[in-house]
């Protein structure tokens, strides 16, 4: 036996070495594709995180854009027209017209004609005002709610733990909300007037003659 052992003991030796290289390479092969494999299924579930992030993100402002199309939008559409019809109101130049018309000997060629032409006037900056303000207004509304639909949407992103990237500026308290809200308004309630005369000096130069 031992005569064995002193004859056989370098190819034991080798034997045992490549055995436990062997053994020793193949636990390091295996802790680095458990770690991949640990690796690979952190990415998936991020991937999933996202997707339901983003899905989410489109169902909420598919909602927002609902709310401001069935219900903000048309609140203000019929208030500003309101303001419109009143401000610029034609009922009483109508009406004279109408006098004269059946009482011919009530009005003068001459004020006919100039009522005529502010009848004109009148109508076509109503025309036009109706046209450009409709148009700024629900721009304005439709990026207002989708910028307040950012804002309301962070607290859900976060609970989520979203890779996206939120500070604290992304934050909007309830006086600020209320004031954004609010400036809808401004058109219709502040700047109408303004408008409506700078749209009137347009219209009266351009029908001139």
């Known amino acids: 036996m031992w005569e064995f ?10 034997t045992f070495g490549v055995l436990g290289s062997g053994y020793l390479l193949y636990k390091l ?26 899905s989410q993100i489109k169902e909420h402002f598919g909602k927002i854009q609902t709310i401001a ?34 009482e011919p000997n009530s009005l003068t060629a001459a004020e006919k004609l100039e ?45 989520l733990g979203s890779s996206i990237q939120l500070d604290e500026a992304d934050l909007i308290d309830r006086d600020d909300e209320q004031q954004f809200l609010a400036s809808a308004d401004y ?7 303004a408008l409506i005369s700078c749209f009137e000096t347009a219209t009266s130069e351009v029908l001139k003659g």
């Open 187 to 193: 058109l219709t309630n502040v700047g109408l007037p």
């Open 69 to 102: 199309d069935s219900t903000t939008l048309p609140h203000v559409m019929r208030h500003l027209s309101s303001r419109i019809e009143g401000d610029l109101d034609l009922t009483h130049l109508m009406e004279r017209l109408m006098k004269g018309k059946d």
């Open 29 to 54: 092969y295996e802790g680095h594709k458990r770690r991949l494999s640990d690796l690979e299924r952190e990415l998936a579930d991020e991937r999933r995180n996202e997707e339901l992030i983003r």
């Open 5 to 14: 052992w002193r004859r056989h003991k370098r190819k034991v030796y080798v």
């Open 115 to 159: 009522l005529w032409d502010r009848l004109k006037i009148l109508n076509f900056t109503r025309i036009v005002l109706s046209l450009w303000a409709t148009t700024m207004v629900s721009l304005y509304i439709r990026v207002q709610v989708n910028i307040l639909g950012r804002h309301l949407y962070i607290d859900t992103a976060r609970g």
